[in-house]
């Protein structure tokens, strides 16, 4: 058998979702990245409470769906183990893309929220293109074993940095809070607040609304 994998590149298109309007009146603008099994419009949900003149909330949408058993919903996926940099690669230049799109504001307050699977492609994005943030939030996820405190040495010293957990997340038991706690720390240091909360592996709604 001569089995042989090749690679192409090509254009492709991808949708994402947005939240309220961006105005003169918009104070802070979210960049939010969804967990495993989700798509925008469902994920936005979460962020409904916020004062929606001053708020407004650009959600990217994983680009692999497929279907959840046993009710064939249907949910995304950012990235898998497979070809994991070249995926990476591809979701970095449709941030790109969002972001040129949008024309966010320089003066306005920005913030970078990820949950669960969507830390990862959050915090590579953040280190490969050095997004600056006014306030980076770990949202029940883990950071990419690549990324060290270099890579974002360029964040200004007034960034915040918070992670959010549940202490009953049924995907962390105490030996990985505590490592999860202690990589964040070297990673990210005295900028860090640590956010735990009693739940499960769910969205913090409440957490949210404070984080403005």
Known sequence: ??????????????????????????KTVWFVCHGMGYLTKFFLRYFKALNAEENYIIAPQAPSKYYIQPKMHVGANWLTKE??????????????????????????????????????VALRYLAKRQIQCNQLVIHSGGIPKELTATDFEY?????????????EDEYLDTNRILKETEIATSVFGNRLSVMPFKGKHVVNVDYINTLV
């Open 83 to 120: 070809e994991t940099s070249a995926g990476m690669e591809n979701i970095v230049h449709y941030f790109d893309a969002v972001l040129e799109a949008e024309q966010i504001p320089k003066d306005l307050n920005f913030i970078v929220l990820g949950y669960s699977q969507g830390v990862s």
């Open 155 to 167: 964040l200004s010293n007034t960034t915040k940095v918070k992670l959010i957990y549940g202490t």
């Open 1 to 26: 058998m001569n089995l042989e994998q090749k690679e192409i590149s090509y254009t492709a298109s991808n949708s994402y979702s947005t939240l309220n309007k961006l105005t003169e009146h918009t």
